[in-house]
């Protein structure tokens, strides 16, 4: 079965600065990792997935990440924050294969400080 | 435009008082999933529908029951609600299962009082 931790429940950065979200994996298989985001009052939404192939991935709203086979992390960034960048974070994988459960973490709340 | 409704977006019911939550999709996608979500835990798949085949998770309690009537709708049945019941109902649809994107809707809120 996989699974995901995510570090951090709380993550608060300013305006402009880096936004850095860790996320590690346990899986038995190639996993297939995703960013989701969930802005208040609504459903989540993807920001990126990795399957196969390159190992950095860019997503919607300047975000990215990278996955690390070595670390089993797939850490999500953003150069520079921006006010509606506040909003939760989740990272899921799933095997795409036997076991297609999309396995979540328990979010990262990430508030903008001006 | 919602490609993924949930209605209502608020329910409150009454302890042991059966409750239905729905949801509807017009991106005619083949998988709708039904998710628990409870306050700073990550959402928990009750169950899932893959075309009319009904998939429950093995540690998904027997009050909870789900029909799809057709592509379009899948209702979560909560036979006898309990205080630990209370939480965000999540339901999200994929075209299929594994590597495909999730979408999802705006969830439903469950209070049992």
């Known amino acids: 079965a996989q699974s995901v931790t995510q570090l951090g429940s709380h993550v608060s950065v300013s305006e402009g600065a880096l936004v850095l979200l860790r996320c590690n994996y346990s899986?038995?298989?190639?996993?297939?990792l995703f960013w989701y985001v969930q802005y208040p009052n609504q459903g989540l939404q993807l920001l990126l997935k990795?399957?196969?192939?390159?190992?950095l991935v860019k997503g919607i709203n300047g975000f990215e990440a990278e996955f690390k086979k070595s670390e089993t992390s797939f850490h999500l960034t953003k150069p520079s924050a921006h006010m509606s960048d506040a909003a939760e974070y989740f990272c899921?994988?799933?095997?795409?294969?036997?076991?297609?459960?999309?396995?979540f973490g328990a979010g990262t709340t990430v508030t903008v400080r001006a | 435009d919602a490609m993924v409704i949930q209605n209502p977006r608020y329910q409150v019911t009454q302890f042991g008082k059966p409750v239905t939550l729905s949801c509807s999709q017009t991106?005619?996608?083949?998988?709708m999933y039904w998710y628990q979500q409870k306050s700073s835990q990550a959402p928990k798949l009750l169950f899932h529908?893959?075309?009319?085949?009904?998939?429950n998770e093995a540690d998904t309690p027997d009050n909870f029951q789900s029909r799809r009537p057709n592509t379009s709708f899948c209702f979560l049945d909560i036979r006898s609600p309990g205080l630990g019941d209370a939480a965000m109902y999540l339901c999200?649809?994929?075209?299929?299962?594994?590597?495909?994107?999730?979408?999802f809707g705006s969830g439903t809120q469950l209070s049992v009082l």
């Open positions: 999200a649809t994929s075209r299929d299962r594994g590597r495909e994107k999730l979408f």
């Open positions: 899986s038995s298989v190639p996993p297939y």
């Open positions: 990795y399957t196969t192939g390159a190992t």
């Open positions: 899921a994988v799933s095997d795409g294969r036997g076991d297609y459960k999309l396995s």
């Open positions: 991106l005619n996608h083949n998988v």
């Open positions: 529908y893959y075309d009319k085949d009904f998939n």
